[in-house]
């Protein structure tokens, strides 16, 4: 009896000790690669506007690197370079102006421009009219329509979507494109998912009765 319950204990002590070693090789599920929060990201050719921070990065001269927001005035200022309009241009635009500001003081400065935080309204697209909630929604680089309706809840009971339309302007122009959003929602109808582009608005009007 002596001998069986000392086989009793040793094994019961081997079964803990591997359910010990099991917990501690696996410790649960890993975060997904990228689960962080990533920096925002802009479309390549996104205009800067009032409102917009900017990271100036200048190569082999650090003390040059400075992150700034876009005034109300529309300038910024950096280390040697003060006051240079910043609204209306691309990054690459604005890298390649103060690149060559730079050339004055820097032997072959080599600029770069992120935009770090995108504020302004070009940097949103917007939806009017018979959506849930029509508003304002941060522009991503590849949003498309649907994405866009997706993220105002959808249209409402009272919306006429396949004479909806997308207002855009260029700065100097304006025009419109008419996208049959009932035949996107309800039919699959993939050529009406539009690409969209910072400062687009979507008007959805109203049925008519």
Known sequence: ????????????????????????????????????AQPQ??????????????????????????EVPVRPDGKISTPLVN?????????????????KMLSEFVRQPNVSVIVTHATSASSQVKVVGQAVTPRAVPYRAGMTVLDLVIEVGGLSQFAAGNRAKIIRSDGTT????????????????????????????????????
């Open 1 to 36: 009896m002596a001998h069986s319950g000392k086989l009793r204990t040793w094994m019961l002590s081997v079964l803990l000790g591997a359910c010990a070693f099991g917990c501690a090789s696996n410790p649960g599920p890993v975060p997904a690669k990228g689960a962080a």
């Open 83 to 99: 006051d240079v309009v910043a609204v209306g241009k691309t990054p690459t635009q604005l890298a390649s102006e103060i690149d």
């Open 174 to 209: 304006t025009r419109e494109i008419r996208v049959r959003l009932n035949d996107l929602l309800n039919k699959g109808a993939i050529s009406e998912n539009i690409n969209l582009q910072p400062g687009d608005i979507l008007f959805i009007p109203e049925t008519l009765f």
């Open 41 to 66: 990201q802009v479309a390549a050719q996104y205009i800067i506007g009032p409102g917009d921070v900017l990271k100036i990065v200048v190569l082999r001269n650090p003390e040059l690197n400075a």
